[in-house]
């Protein structure tokens, strides 16, 4: 069963190279981090979010496998009524400890957290304001929230000042930031928003999805990248990301988190994270904390990578994470682009709107701390040769 309206609109994606598909994955034979087989084919893999290889680190791993053994799989009933185990809050402790946060507290995704703070964070009569850039559950979470949402020029300090001076006196005011922008890498001016929103008594949310276990000296988040006080904003991360594992928290103050468990509906109308997951989570900020050589191999890596296509004349945008956008304008150019390197052997996916804005579709390349030297290299001469023979560079 499905409505006629339906076959119109993916005949339509069809036909403007905009209709997207799964595509099937499996790990590499020799479990190589920075690899997959994607459809049945061997590949670089330039396009995960695990940026520190912890998916596949042998102590997550065995965290996980453990309190499957004690607690069994699944999370069993909401955190409120009886799915709050120990690994639970254990990792919300540690989570807060690591964010030098009062406290946190832990989502079952990212997207819920979101959707679930921005509806609740501010009275009814209040005022959301986000870059123009910011991640789709922020802009959906402003939406629903039915408050009066407003956006500022992608990191433009200037204009968020203008939409916050234009507000009705002491109306409550939440600015909502990425971290890290996740399609152009690039990090948001966090201390001239702070500093803005502090003149113009308003609070600041900041989303540090790709940037929680990357950027900081410590990997701690944006707070740390700028040495900015923690109390200062609201922070927010995904364990999914550079954590390898699944979910995601809110770390602040004591009561704001007491006021989430009571009212941030994205929270308790969900079942429990299994405690697996969390257990998981828990041993990859271990090992962040045990084993920072392995975030100074993820920013060799990068450096050496970003070096070599900027070298080649690709436009990287503002980058300056491990996530590197390469510029191409047109969609259908953009998949031609992304087809070429996967019968080479590497698997960058060419990113489209509505995920970008029109015009600007690109290849989103992400470098991790377990590439080898050797794929890399590779991965630069053939972007050097698919971009020639396109004209792109
Ligand atoms: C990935 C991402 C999310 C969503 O997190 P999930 O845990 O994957 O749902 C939210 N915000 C940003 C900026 C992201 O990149």
Redesign the pocket.
């Known amino acids: 069963m499905d409505f006629p309206f339906h076959h119109d609109v993916i005949d339509q994606l069809k036909a403007d190279g905009l209709f997207r598909s799964l595509r099937r994955v499996e790990p590499d034979p020799l479990g190589r981090s920075g690899r997959l087989i994607i459809d049945g084919r061997p590949a670089i893999l330039l396009a995960s ?1 695990d940026y520190l290889g912890l998916a596949g680190h042998p102590r997550v791993k065995e965290a996980a496998v453990a309190a499957i053994q004690r607690y069994g799989f699944g999370g069993g009933a909401a955190r409120l009524i009886s799915g709050n185990a120990l690994p639970h809050a254990a990792l919300e402790e540690r989570i807060a400890r690591f964010k030098r946060a009062e406290a946190a507290l832990v ?8 959707l679930g703070l921005l509806s609740c964070i501010i009275p009814s009569d209040g005022l959301l304001i986000t870059d123009r850039l ?5 802009m959906d979470g402003c939406r629903a929230s039915g408050r009066r949402f407003r956006v500022f020029d992608h990191a433009d300090p200037n204009h968020l000042d203008r939409l916050l001076a234009k507000r009705p006196a002491n109306q409550p005011a939440l600015v909502v930031t ?5 399609m152009d890498g690039d990090i948001a001016p966090l201390p001239a928003l702070v500093e803005i929103a502090r003149r113009r008594g308003a609070a600041v949310f900041v ?4 940037a929680t276990g990357v950027i900081g000296k410590e990997g701690r988040g944006t707070v740390e990248h700028f040495g900015l006080e923690p109390g200062s904003v609201i922070q ?1 991360g ?4 550079a954590l390898g594992c ?3 928290y809110v770390a602040g103050s004591r009561v704001l988190i007491d006021y989430l468990i009571n009212k941030a509906k994205t929270f308790i109308y969900t079942t429990a994270l299994p405690p697996a997951v969390t257990a998981a989570a828990l041993a990859a900020f271990d090992v962040i904390e045990k084993e920072p050589e392995i975030l100074e191999r993820l920013r060799h890596n990068r450096n050496h990578y970003a070096e070599g296509i900027k070298s080649l004349g690709f436009d990287t945008l503002q980058s300056e994470t491990p996530i590197i956008p390469i510029m191409i304008g047109d969609s259908r150019s953009a998949l031609a682009f992304s087809e070429r390197l996967l019968e080479a052997g590497i698997f960058a996916p060419a990113i489209r709107p509505p995920t970008v804005p029109k015009g600007t579709a690109r290849i989103r390349t992400t470098i991790m701390a377990t590439h080898s030297r050797d794929d890399l290299d590779y991965v630069i001469e053939t972007l050097g040769k698919v971009g020639r023979s396109m004209g792109i560079v």
Do not use: E, I, P, R
């Open positions: 979010n989502f079952s995704t990212g997207y819920m957290a979101n910011c991640h789709a559950s922020l990425d971290g890290v922008f996740s989303d540090d999805a790709h927010m995904t364990l999914g990301k699944f979910g995601a």
